[in-house]
């Protein structure tokens, strides 16, 4: 899988051919605080990714639910994000608009954005957060220039994560006008790993808004260690739909703040 970014693009394009994101519903979402007003209260802020499959893991968990949700949010979570793509992911945007509806932490809309179409989607579902990945801006995939659709993700009540991989653009990342600031430790064009990514980052985001760290955690020894090296938060998905018992999981990975 050579350029996995331009694989799901191409699906994700298919998706909003087919009408796929016209279906989200206006939700009457309740009332939530933001990523970083949840995350000051909490010793480990951790953003709790739920998705069916994972192109680099295979299946991870036999279905999805807001019972699940529900679970996720009990167990401590300081925010839930919600995968939407449904070629590569399984994802669901009905479930995003079920979840909107009983959670009270925030929710991430999780999805390859190119379009406004799916940032419209992202309001419409009850979302409070928008991803936007920096590459899909650099490469030309997306309709508008990343700011742009900054301001109208803005306009519509939805703050954005922001993420990047490549180091190159860290400068695009940083003065941009989005919310908070994704490092992804894993490649979107090959998928592979790099577990150090953000911990090789640090040092240049110091100073930067909130940082969240995203891709590979499942123990405490790079939790505690990327914590002290500037993460304000983590999104952590794949190590919790694996386990047999996610919300135990997750409350394994918050006990890390202790260890």
Same mark, same amino acid.
């Given at each position: 899988? =050579?350029?996995? &970014? ?5 699906? /994700? ?6 009408? *796929?994101?016209?279906?989200? +519903?206006?939700?009457? #979402? ?18 709790? +990714?739920? #998705?069916?499959?994972?192109? =680099? ?26 995968? /939407?793509? @449904?070629?590569?992911? $399984? ?6 608009? @079920?979840? =909107? ?8 809309f999780k999805d390859f954005v190119v379009s406004t179409k799916q940032v419209e989607a992202a309001s419409r ?15 030309? *995939?997306?309709e508008l220039p990343l700011n742009q659709i900054i301001r109208l993700a803005h306009s519509l009540g939805l +703050?954005?994560? &922001? ?7 860290? %400068?695009?990342?940083? $003065?941009?006008?989005?919310? *908070? ?7 979107? *064009?090959?998928?592979?790993? #790099? ?15 909130? #940082? /969240?760290? +995203? ?6 020894? @790079?939790? %505690?260690?990327?914590?002290?090296? %500037?993460?304000?938060?983590? &999104? ?5 739909m694996s386990s047999a018992n996610p919300p135990g999981k997750l409350k394994e990975l918050l006990d890390c703040?202790?260890?």
């Amino acid at each position: 899988m =050579s350029n996995f &970014l331009s694989s799901v693009v191409a699906g /994700v394009r298919e998706n909003i051919r087919q009408g *796929y994101y016209d279906l989200a +519903e206006h939700v009457d #979402k309740l009332d939530r605080p933001s990523l970083k007003e949840v995350a000051e209260k909490t010793r480990l802020p951790i953003i709790a +990714e739920i #998705k069916p499959l994972s192109p =680099s893991l295979g299946r991870l968990i036999d279905s999805v639910s807001v019972e699940l949700a529900s679970s996720l949010e009990r167990a401590g979570a300081s925010a839930l994000s919600i995968l /939407v793509e @449904r070629i590569h992911f $399984n994802g669901s945007l009905e479930l995003l608009c @079920r979840a =909107s509806e009983s959670i009270g932490i925030p929710i991430l809309f999780k999805d390859f954005v190119v379009s406004t179409k799916q940032v419209e989607a992202a309001s419409r579902s009850g979302a409070d957060i928008l991803l936007l990945i920096a590459e899909l801006f650099r490469d030309g *995939y997306t309709e508008l220039p990343l700011n742009q659709i900054i301001r109208l993700a803005h306009s519509l009540g939805l +703050e954005v994560l &922001l993420e990047f991989h490549d180091p190159q653009l860290l %400068g695009t990342v940083t $003065n941009s006008e989005a919310d *908070y600031v994704g490092v992804n430790n894993r490649d979107l *064009y090959t998928l592979n790993l #790099k577990p150090d990514h953000f911990y090789s980052l640090s040092h240049e985001l110091r100073g930067c808004r909130f #940082k /969240v760290a +995203e891709s590979g955690y499942n123990e405490c020894g @790079r939790i %505690g260690r990327d914590r002290l090296a %500037g993460a304000d938060a983590f &999104l952590i998905g794949s190590a919790i739909m694996s386990s047999a018992n996610p919300p135990g999981k997750l409350k394994e990975l918050l006990d890390c703040d202790q260890s």
